[in-house]
């Protein structure tokens, strides 16, 4: 019986040792595991970019390679442009009404003009995203609380991606994963804590991501704020200097942006506000010249980033190869290339080139001696269409 004993205690100290073992093993493998996964994180350097002071410029920075003036069959005036894409060799573009294709020498080709209620029809065209993978379009409308999808070759209509939650800012499809990502405003009354939604075309959110500040809950930005570049997602929330990139599930900062004497309101700002109206009162016609838009044009060789204070725009460049950097006021400069005494400020990108927007009702004819552009004095401004300029800027030693 003794000897029975003794075999039972020692069969329960050695089911404790290889117990112990299995799970001292198990626990090496896994923070095994879990270090090969930091070590394979490529997570990106954050890139510190500081535009420094402003400067007076030229417009011979500019190294035109086209001047692309829309002509449409009619007599039919374009109205705000708001968005610049290029696909296949066509440039297709969104103003307050329709999204209209141009051929590359700005001859209008057709327009989808689907206005209504039914499907596949749209009640106010927001912003599009065209899928370089399928050739699919995407268009955004706010009013009716649809996404829709259609085959940019004909412009016919395949089907309604379902939203995550109603009203998102802004929105792109991400290639990689095939989920759709949308910005939002902080909505605590939708559960809504976070700006980054990823949701699949049925609208199953498969994530949340980017917690939102105080400044979340206001509706004031750039409809086209999240971007790709080169199959590598990036965005910039409203009111913040930052651009983040998304990495699997996971975000990081990749820039972080600093405009010499201009900055973005701080949080204790938005704090000191319990009412949106004074608030964006402040923003728009104050005193504190607090930057409240920002727009990102980004490419493999520069990033070029358009802001608003007040009622003026604002420029700053960097060349990523030279690290040189340039920032300006726009109405500021000296038209010395005789374009109409106005810059053509960045609506997009095309290759390594930034897509830059004239708008003839606000040039001075006396300044346009570009002979491109030379048919404008001859005609009533107001009733020319914009015109697109493909352009680099070219920074001199001196710059």
């Known amino acids: ?78 109205g705000t442009i708001n968005q610049v894409e290029v696909f296949n060799d066509k440039i297709y573009l969104l103003d307050d009404n329709y999204l209209y294709e141009f051929s590359f020498d700005g001859k209008f080709l057709r327009k989808l003009n689907r206005k209504g209620n039914g499907p596949g029809e749209f009640i106010m065209l927001h912003s599009f995203f065209i899928d370089h993978e399928n050739g699919n379009l995407y268009l955004y409308d706010p009013i ?96 913040s200097n930052k651009i983040y990139e998304l990495n699997n599930d996971s975000l990081f900062t990749r820039y972080s942006l600093d405009f010499g004497p201009h900055s973005f309101p701080s949080a204790e700002f938005f704090m000191s506000f319990d009412d949106e109206r004074p608030l964006m009162k402040e923003l728009i016609v104050g005193d504190s010249n607090w930057i409240r838009l920002m727009y990102v044009y980004e490419t493999q060789k520069y990033l070029t980033v358009k802001y608003y204070i007040n009622r003026e725009f604002y420029v700053a460049y960097w060349d990523k190869e030279s690290n040189k950097k340039l920032h300006f006021k726009a109405s500021d400069l000296d038209d010395d290339l005789r374009i109409g005494g106005n810059f053509p400020l960045p609506i997009g990108t095309y290759n390594d080139k930034i897509i830059g927007l004239l708008n003839p009702y606000t040039m001075d004819i006396n300044q346009i001696e570009k002979p491109d552009l030379l048919y404008l004095k001859k005609s009533d401004l107001e009733s020319q269409n914009p015109i697109l300029l493909l352009y680099k800027i070219e920074l001199m030693t001196n710059n």
Do not use: W
Request: glycine share 6%.
């Open 144 to 239: 009716g609380g649809r996404l829709l999808s259609y085959g940019i070759q004909q412009f016919n209509f395949i089907q309604n991606i379902e939203l995550p939650y109603l009203s998102p800012f802004s929105f792109i499809k991400d290639s990689k994963s095939d989920l759709f990502i949308y910005y939002y405003s902080i909505r605590p009354y939708d559960d809504l804590h976070t700006h980054l939604v990823m949701s699949n075309k049925e609208g199953i959110v498969k994530s949340h991501l980017l917690n939102g500040e105080k400044s979340g809950h206001l509706m004031h930005g750039d409809p086209r704020n999240i971007y790709s570049i080169n199959g590598i997602v990036r965005l910039y929330p409203n009111f």
């Open 1 to 78: 019986m003794d000897m029975q004993k003794t075999n039972i205690a020692r069969n329960i100290v050695v089911m404790h040792l290889k117990y112990s073992l299995c799970t001292l093993l198990l626990t090496m493998t896994v923070l095994g595991c879990i270090n090969k996964i930091k070590d394979t994180d490529s997570s990106p350097q954050i890139t510190e970019i500081n535009f420094g002071e402003l400067k007076k410029v030229k417009n011979s920075i500019l190294n035109i390679d086209q001047i692309i003036r829309l002509k449409l069959s009619d007599s039919t005036v374009l």
